[in-house]
């Protein structure tokens, strides 16, 4: 699967000092919303570059448009001082350059006297690729139905509804649902459930439970470290090392 390469709609905000539901580090710090739109007219994938805070997409049948509602949320509670840190540290921005599209939500790095998070909830028309690489927090995609590529640091990950599926996560469960091509999961730490698919799947786990079943194609663990390892309801051939 190729990595989807693209590039600003800043749209209104909205600002307040409202609870941020999901990071309890920022439950009583600043909080503000902005919405990004961009036309997909002629968009075959679309690429998303996420740091810290949750991320959910969903796929839209009929959509002409991408969507995202993005929430930034602070520890810092001083209006003035938190929107000078956005200004300074976080970027935002919903491009596209040529059949492609590309999504930057992320603070900076290193020390700067406080810590902020993009919670992200973006439509896409049905059947973009996607490429999603994301530094920490969960991970939700639904009945996007194109291929999908995930790099996480750490975080759940919850698929449902897509076509080929590769992702390589640091910690964290994954569970995946209704793909329509072959899965291939490498994992270093937490629980795996895969279920529903058409093609094959391949797993490469450090540590948790694997459970697999439903799957039309081969089901090959090349690594199933430390765990229960649970395989039903394979129509193809099942390998796995030991």
């Not at 002409?64 to 602070?74: G, K, N, P, R």
């Not at 994301?134 to 639904?142: A, V």
């Amino acid at each position: 699967m190729r990595r989807i390469l693209g590039f600003v709609v800043l749209g209104m905000f909205a600002a307040s000092f409202a609870w941020a539901d999901g990071h309890s580090d920022y439950t009583r710090g600043y909080s503000e919303v902005r919405d990004l739109t961009l036309d997909a007219d002629g968009l075959d994938g679309f690429s998303i570059e996420a740091g810290a805070g949750s991320l959910e997409i969903t796929g839209v049948d009929g959509a002409d448009s991408i969507v995202v509602t993005a929430t930034i949320q602070l520890e810092e509670r001083n209006e003035r001082k938190a929107r000078e840190l956005i200004e300074e540290r976080a970027t935002l921005t919903l491009e596209r350059s040529g059949s492609t599209g590309e999504l930057v939500a992320k603070f900076d790095g290193g020390w700067w006297g406080g810590s902020g998070a993009i919670a992200l909830d973006i439509q896409v028309p049905r059947g973009l690729e996607l490429y999603v690489e994301d530094g920490s927090g969960s991970i939700k995609i639904r009945r996007t139905g194109g291929d999908l590529a995930i790099d996480a640091g750490s975080g759940s990950i919850i698929v449902e509804g897509v076509g080929s599926v590769i992702i390589e996560d640091g910690s964290g469960s994954i569970d995946v649902e209704d793909a329509n091509g072959d899965v291939r999961i490498v994992d270093g730490s937490g629980s795996i459930k895969v279920r529903g698919v058409q093609g094959s799947v391949t797993v490469d786990d450090g540590s948790g439970s694997i459970n697999v079943s439903d799957v039309e194609l081969d089901v090959i663990i090349e690594d199933d470290g430390s765990g229960g390892l649970n395989v039903s309801d394979v129509r193809g051939r099942v390998e796995a090392d030991s």
